[in-house]
C-alpha cells in the first residue's frame, strides 16, 4: 500500500510542478510583427496633432519634457483592431513629434529618464512590444518583443 501511495504523491507532485509552471518570455524577430502594432512616430503636424485637449500629461522626471496624452479608445466601447492611442512629445515647451499606437489591448507610456521614455505595448495577451526613444536624438534607440505565451 505504502508503495502505490508513493507513485501517487511522485506522480501529483511531477504534474503538479509542469502543470503550474510559467514560461520565461521569448524575444521575437521584430521584421516577422506587422508594423501596425509597433508605435507609429512622426513629426509634430499643428494642423493634426491639436494638443490643447490632453486625456494625461506623463512628465520627465525634471520636468523639461513631457508626453501629451490627446487621445484614447475606451475599449468597452471600441473593437481591438480600431483601438487608437495619439500622443506628442513636447520639450521645453515645444512640441516635437507624435506617435501612434494601434491595436493595443493594453500599453504603458513611462520616463527611463530626463531623456529617454519608454512605450510597452500589448497587442495582445501574449506579444508586449517594447519601443524606447531619445527626446535628445529625437529617436528610436531600441525595440524589442517578447512572446509570453507558449505555441
Not at 94 to 119: A, C, G, N
Request: with cysteine; net charge negative; proline share 4%.
Amino acid at each position: 500500500m505504502n508503495g502505490v501511495f508513493g507513485i501517487l504523491l511522485l506522480m501529483m507532485c511531477l504534474v503538479g510542478t509542469t502543470s503550474g509552471q510559467v514560461m520565461s518570455p521569448v524575444q521575437v524577430d521584430l521584421s516577422a510583427i506587422e508594423q501596425e502594432y509597433l508605435p507609429e512616430i512622426r513629426d509634430f503636424d499643428p494642423s493634426q496633432d491639436m494638443i490643447s485637449r490632453a486625456l494625461r500629461e506623463i512628465d520627465s522626471p525634471y520636468y523639461t519634457s513631457k508626453v501629451i496624452v490627446q487621445q484614447e479608445s475606451d475599449l468597452t466601447r471600441v473593437a481591438y483592431d480600431e483601438s487608437l492611442v495619439k500622443a506628442s512629445v513636447v520639450m521645453n515647451g515645444t512640441p516635437f513629434m507624435t506617435f501612434l499606437i494601434r491595436h493595443y489591448k493594453s500599453y504603458e507610456i513611462f520616463w527611463l529618464d530626463d531623456e529617454v521614455f519608454q512605450i510597452t505595448n500589448w497587442p495582445g495577451r501574449c506579444l508586449e512590444l517594447i519601443t524606447i526613444y531619445s527626446v535628445l536624438e529625437r529617436q528610436v534607440v531600441y525595440q524589442t518583443g517578447f512572446q509570453h505565451c507558449g505555441d
